[in-house]
């Protein structure tokens, strides 16, 4: 099996290096994000071990990138964030499965085993809500046959909410899901991006979509009342 293992933490991926490597398997290894985003592009892997926090580029926007570039090698997170909102965050950037740390190395083995069976996985997949549709992996929104223009943050909140269609998401979780691991926003942001969100997907096309449910947050819905 060939590993692509992104761990910043040295000890950490010194362990799992040794220990796939004495099972036969072939590891390669990086610290950063931006190494993790090289190497899975130039290379052909089995699995892909990510970690969620490295010092650069987090894990959910490795993966986001890596499936928008089209490369499908199965991901496996690996994280100390054991929140369900972030389990959730991993899985809709694109991974295909999570593991909390720490772990026991032979459920990490058998994830792997399991991952690399199935294979790459590509996911042509569109969401749609109404006549707004969205290709999650070119990073690529449209309402009706018109192509918005979106900001990476945008893009990420939006996804967030059509993949929840019509569910009520309050402030935190959105913050969970779009901004990961940057702790320093408030939930006051939220609003300002979902001003930003409405004044491209909404207003233009004379809709209400995305509506606030007072007190609690806010809901993207086909319907526009």
Same mark, same amino acid.
């Given at each position: 099996?060939?590993?692509?293992l ?10 799992v ?12 290894s ?5 190494q ?16 969620v926090?490295l010092?650069?580029?987090?894990g959910?926007?490795?993966?986001r990138?890596?499936?928008a570039?089209r490369?499908w ?34 459920e /990490?083995? =058998?994830? %792997? *085993?399991a ?10 997949v569109m !969401?749609?809500? #109404? $006549? ?13 046959p ?5 900001s ?5 909140? /939006?996804? =967030?909410? %059509? *993949? ?5 998401l ?6 969970? !899901?779009a901004? #990961? $691991?940057?702790?320093?926003v408030t ?6 991006y979902?001003?930003y ?6 207003r233009?096309?004379?809709v209400?979509t995305?509506q606030t ?13």
């Amino acid at each position: 099996m060939r590993v692509l293992l992104v761990e910043d933490e040295e000890k950490l991926a010194a362990l799992v290096a040794r220990g796939l490597t004495e099972r036969g398997g072939v590891v390669d290894s990086v610290a950063t994000g931006a190494q993790a985003l090289t190497s899975a592009r130039g290379g052909e892997y089995d699995v892909m071990l990510l970690d969620v926090m490295l010092p650069d580029i987090d894990g959910f926007e490795v993966c986001r990138r890596l499936r928008a570039a089209r490369v499908w090698t199965p991901i496996l997170m690996l994280t100390a964030r054991t929140a369900v909102a972030d389990r959730i965050a991993g899985l809709d950037s694109g991974a295909d499965d999570y593991l909390a740390k720490p772990f026991a190395f032979q459920e /990490l083995l =058998a994830r %792997m *085993r399991a991952l690399a069976r199935r294979g790459p996985v590509p996911r042509p997949v569109m !969401l749609d809500v #109404g $006549d707004l549709r969205m290709d999650p992996a070119a990073r690529r929104v449209w309402r009706g046959p018109t192509e918005l223009s979106l900001s990476t943050r945008e893009l990420t909140l /939006l996804e =967030a909410l %059509m *993949r929840r269609r019509d569910q009520v998401l309050t402030r935190e979780q959105l913050l969970a !899901l779009a901004w #990961g $691991d940057h702790h320093d926003v408030t939930s006051n942001v939220v609003d300002v991006y979902v001003r930003y969100l409405r004044a491209k997907i909404d207003r233009p096309f004379g809709v209400n979509t995305l509506q606030t449910v007072r007190g609690v947050g806010y809901r993207l819905t086909a319907e526009t009342s």
